[in-house]
């Protein structure tokens, strides 16, 4: 009797053993935060990067951990109120924003000597610190902004952004993608490269831009960088990304379905390394 009851406490184990899913927390702004909020697209999606990750690795299940419009320093600001676990693998999604709202990238002696929070450097610091007090043996993938084509809200036309073909209070996005890439060397974490990847370059995110041609004032679809001085007006003009515009992104800044599926799959690389 022993013996069996033994014998079953064994196949207990080790079934729960054998079916404990690994622990992802997914850290981000929109782009991450979208993965259950498709309604907030317009329905132009139809699943996010990480739904497409446990599709392909069930044995993974996420917690979502993105926030609409939100810094890395906001993060940084924030951390010990966003109820992080601990958890088998993080991965930090950040940066574009902190472009766009003109947040100091600062030196990279920012991270090396933890300065606190005025930097991009600086707020990456706190961050790690934070994820690697939760779990000093946990994977961490660091993911760095894609470029932007020039973004129109779909549900809010007033709410636009230039691409980041240019800079942004005398920073580029590229430089920030740099630093992202350069913590990661240093730390000899993952990073997922989006800004420098091929089919995520800024003449890919968007088919055209459809504006009215300055000579005529008919609408006419505007490839890129042809879009990028002609004028869009978001008080008389029709939304310029029709959904015949989607390429990798449906606005210039969100990733489309086939840009979310690009994503998932160089994160699928490094999660099974």
């Known amino acids: ?4 009851l033994s014998f079953v406490v064994l196949i ?7 079916f404990q899913k690994t622990t992802w927390v997914v850290i981000g702004d929109s782009i991450t935060y979208l993965n259950e909020h498709a309604n907030e697209t317009g329905n132009r999606i139809t699943k996010g990067y990480m739904t497409r990750v446990v599709e392909q690795l069930p044995d993974i299940e996420y917690i979502n951990k993105g926030y609409n419009g939100w810094t890395s320093g ?14 088998d ?12 709202v003109g947040r100091p990238l600062g030196a990279f002696s920012d991270y090396e000597n933890n300065t ?17 007090s939760l779990n000093k043996d946990a994977k961490i993938i660091l ?3 894609m470029q932007r084509a020039d973004f129109v809200y779909v549900a809010n036309m007033k709410n636009n952004a230039y691409g980041s073909y240019k800079d942004k209070k005398g920073q580029t996005l590229a430089q920030f993608a740099e630093a992202i890439n350069a913590i990661g060397k240093f730390e000899h974490i993952s990073v997922v490269d989006l800004y420098n990847t091929n089919r995520l370059k800024v003449k890919k995110l968007v088919k055209y831009k459809r504006l009215k041609d300055p000579k005529t004032g008919t609408y006419k679809n505007f490839k890129y960088p042809a879009f990028i001085d002609v004028p869009f007006n978001p008080e008389t003009d029709e939304y310029p990304y029709p959904l015949e515009a989607i390429d990798m992104t449906y606005d210039g800044l969100h990733p489309s379905d086939k840009g979310y599926e690009v994503i ?3 994160l699928i690389k490094k999660l099974k390394k």
């Open 89 to 100: 693998v993080y991965s930090v999604f950040l940066g574009t924003n902190d472009w766009w």
């Open 74 to 87: 906001r993060i940084a600001e924030k951390i010990e109120e966003l109820n992080l676990v601990k958890a």
């Open 264 to 266: 998932a799959k160089m």
């Open 143 to 145: 993911i760095t902004p």
């Open 12 to 18: 207990f184990l080790f079934s729960s053993f054998a």
């Open 1 to 4: 009797m022993k013996r069996i």
């Open 116 to 132: 606190g929070n005025g930097t991009l450097n600086g707020s990456f610091r706190l961050i790690i610190n934070k994820l690697r």
